[in-house]
């Protein structure tokens, strides 16, 4: 199977001067400003007191345990 190579030819590329270097004010190619890196997704909630319940349950019964265990010996 052959692919073409993703990477730009430096020879062929716009804007770059010869060694690879960029002119100054002027953006590399393949670069773009930050300000559309994506649409912005809130984490999803409601999940995480579940577990949360669950380990401070174990957390008290194992507790418990040893608290029993240290008055009956």
């Known amino acids: 199977m052959s692919t073409a190579n993703p990477d730009p030819d430096p020879r062929n590329t716009p804007g770059l001067e ?38 401070l349950f174990l957390a008290v019964v194992v507790a418990a345990f040893f608290l029993v265990y240290a008055i009956l010996i």
């Open 18 to 55: 010869p060694g690879g270097g960029v002119p100054t004010g002027d953006t590399p190619p393949a670069e773009s400003s930050t300000s559309e890196a994506g649409p912005w997704n809130e984490p999803p909630r409601g999940w995480a007191k579940g577990p949360l319940i669950a380990i």
